[in-house]
């Protein structure tokens, strides 16, 4: 009897390992795959043959959200559950995904939310799942809301003689509300046929919606038809070109060509000069030429007599030289201001016609900068002052007036104050022609620790989770921010209903601010006077002279300090690699995600160059694996956000499915930290397992 139930026992024995050596034979060939059950509980690999994306919308403004859907599709057409898609931009600066990846559902489609930054541009966006990724170019466009919808146009004069004929081209570009579009955006001016002339310029910016630019006539008479662009709308207009005569009249100069607003105390006045020839090109004294001054309508003139009610007309008879000329006087208003001249010639029939030149622009600004027109940037927004002192960047502001110009008046006094972390220099800062001034500021010591806000909390604790990386308790990410305080003489923004240039206040609005700037160590826009957990923040006593910070007065303030507080990065060398994962055992034919982090010890973005590449010694890594750092001082504004900035999210893969034998190896990632003065490259090990 033991005998019988010893040879039973061998037979079942033999018999288990018969299946299990059939059942481990047996895998699949695809190279992506992903497996489900069905309903005879038998495992079913199914091969990832395509990738499909959709953006909805795929245009939105900043601060807007997108939505990116990203579908897994077999060689058969037909959708795959539960696949990991793992999404990845080309540019983090731009915009942050809600999560770096999602789970396909039911219907094969993974979902997940993009957010747009503060800047405008492309983000190109790419969604993997295992090794395919989709083909076909996922493009979120971040605008600035001021799109082009209307263009209306004006040519003055209409007809123009050969040769020297000048005519100006008006653009007025509207958004789809018929408002002005922003400031500053681009129109293109195209002559369709260059023998009857060309623009003396192709571009030309828009101050308060329009924007011109000078056609000038060349040796073929005829009509010319000039193309205007705007966005993605266009117009077309005509000018005449007709043939020379007898006599000609031709704009010979305007000195200076730039004057400054009435009242500001430059230079008021600009002298314009036209020249009468006959047809052998010499000069004719004792012509009457009629001059008509086009600008902004700020009470400027060219005819002095007093209470002319035609300001902007005079006639004018030229001297031995064949030159009249006039003084234009400047308003109260910026903006260009051209004058035509028109003679009155005999053509071959006897008939009196006109013939008109047009001068150049002569521009009137000079006004003291605007609140609303200020700003500062830097050429190097994160600098390594967590190791590193002395490091420079340098910090430049940008003024103009309430109309948009930027030749505000010249020697217009800069100042700039640092926060703790910076040392800037401050010796005799003006702002030049063009509305621009500079200084260098350098990394010294630390920036202020700031009590963290929510999202800071939030954002150590996911570190902290899911990465095992523990920051410093009196560590956040704004402690990296050091503010530059840069103020100047300036005027409060208002709403000039009336175009007159000056503020009324029974009808105008007006934006006002703080009386005394201050430098904002922790970056809320608020003034703080150390009273509670948050620094005392250092002011300049520049409203009434208290001996105490003011905020702002309720009135409009033509003359005060206007200031703004510019953030600059200061990190440091890595705390480490940390991974989500420290081991992984891919199943044959499968994959697992992973993601590492990598940031200074604030939490923070390294210094830009420095870079990050992640490899394996078995299977295959598809997802970010390698970043360079970018010239950004960007953080936050959540803990989705700021963990965009520092994340590395990717999958590791069984690229040998032929093959079921496991192998082990391990995830390494690579940094190269680079400062000014050092440079530093650690390789860590975040993770070690099998692939089968």
């Not at 994306?53 to 037909?78: C, H, N, R």
Request: glycine share 8%.
């Amino acid at each position: 009897m033991k005998s019988n139930y010893l040879l039973k026992l061998i037979w079942l024995i033999l018999s288990l390992v018969l299946i299990f050596s059939i059942n481990g034979c047996s895998s699949d060939s695809s190279s992506s795959s992903s497996t489900a059950n069905d309903t005879d509980d038998t495992d079913v690999t199914v091969t990832i043959a395509a990738v499909g994306i959709s953006l909805s919308p795929s245009s939105v403004m900043a601060g807007e959200t997108s939505t990116i859907q990203a579908t897994a599709y077999d060689s058969s057409g037909g959708t795959i559950p539960n696949t990991t898609v793992v999404f990845s931009l080309d540019n983090p600066t731009l915009a942050y995904f809600s999560s770096g990846s999602a789970t396909t559902n039911s219907n094969g489609v993974a979902e997940v939310s993009l957010t747009a930054r503060d800047k405008t541009g492309e983000v190109y966006i790419t969604a993997s799942a295992g090794e395919i990724s989709n083909d076909t170019d996922a493009i979120l466009t971040i605008q600035s809301g001021d799109i082009p919808d209307d263009l209306n146009l004006s040519v003055s004069p209409a007809s123009i003689i050969v040769d020297e004929g000048t005519a100006t081209v008006t653009a007025e570009v509207l958004t789809a509300n018929l408002l002005p579009v922003a400031d500053g955006t681009s129109v293109t001016f195209i002559s369709d046929n260059t023998l009857f002339g060309d623009f003396t310029a192709t571009t030309a910016t828009t101050n308060n919606g329009f924007a011109s630019a000078t056609f000038e006539a060349s040796s073929e008479q005829g009509i010319a038809t000039v193309t205007v662009s705007a966005g993605s709308i266009s117009e077309q207009t005509n000018i005449t070109i007709y043939p020379s005569e007898a006599t000609a009249i031709e704009f010979s100069s305007a000195t200076p060509d730039q004057i400054y607003i009435q009242g500001s105390g430059g230079v008021e006045t600009s002298i314009i000069q036209f020249i009468v020839k006959d047809s052998n090109s010499n000069p004719v004294e004792g012509v009457s030429v009629a001059f008509v001054m086009t600008g902004p309508n700020g009470g400027e003139f060219i005819d002095p007599t007093p209470n002319d009610p035609t300001p902007s007309e005079i006639d004018v008879s030229t001297n031995g030289a064949g030159i009249a000329q006039v003084i234009l006087n400047s308003g109260s208003v910026a903006g260009p201001v051209t004058i035509q001249g028109t003679i009155m010639v005999t053509d071959n029939l006897g008939n009196q016609i006109p013939i008109t030149a047009q001068s150049s622009t002569v521009s009137i600004g000079g006004g003291i900068p605007s609140d609303k027109r200020f700003s500062v940037a830097a050429s190097i927004l994160n600098l390594p002052g967590l190791r590193e002192e002395g490091i420079e960047t340098e910090i430049m502001a940008y003024l103009a007036d309430r109309f948009g110009n930027y030749n505000i008046l010249q020697g217009t006094t800069v100042s700039f104050v640092s926060e703790v972390g910076l040392a800037i220099d401050t010796s005799n800062v003006t702002a030049d022609t063009n509305g621009y001034a500079s200084s260098i500021a350098r990394t010294q010591l630390v920036p202020e620790d700031v009590s963290p806000l929510a999202w800071e909390t939030s954002f150590k604790q996911t570190l902290s989770s899911t990465y095992g990386l523990a920051l410093s308790s009196t560590a956040n990410p704004r402690d990296g921010l050091c503010s530059v305080m840069v103020y100047v003489k300036g005027e409060e923004h208002f709403e000039d209903q009336n175009a007159n240039g000056s503020y009324d206040s029974a009808s105008e609005d007006f934006v006002d601010s703080d009386d005394d700037p201050f430098v904002d160590y922790n970056d809320n826009d608020t003034h703080d006077d150390g009273s509670s957990s948050d620094p005392f923040e250092e002011y300049i006593d520049a409203g009434t002279g208290n001996g105490a910070w003011d905020s702002e007065n309720g009135v409009w303030d033509a003359d005060k300090n206007i200031f703004r507080n510019f953030k600059i990065l200061i990190t440091g060398p890595e705390v480490g690699a940390y991974s989500s994962r420290s081991t992984f055992a891919v199943a044959n034919g499968g994959s697992q995600s992973i993601s590492v982090v990598v940031c200074d010890r604030n939490g923070n973005p390294l210094t830009p160059g420095s870079t990050v590449s992640i490899s394996t010694d078995v299977g295959k890594l598809i997802g970010e694996t390698s970043r360079e750092f970018p010239n950004s001082s960007a953080i936050g504004p959540n803990a989705s956000g700021q963990l965009d900035l520092i994340a590395f999210d990717f999958v590791i893969i069984d690229d040998d499915p032929d093959t079921s034998e496991p192998e082990s190896g391990m995830i390494t990632v690579t940094v190269s930290w680079k400062g000014e003065l050092s440079t530093q490259d650690t390789s860590y090990i975040i993770a070690t397992g099998t692939v089968n």
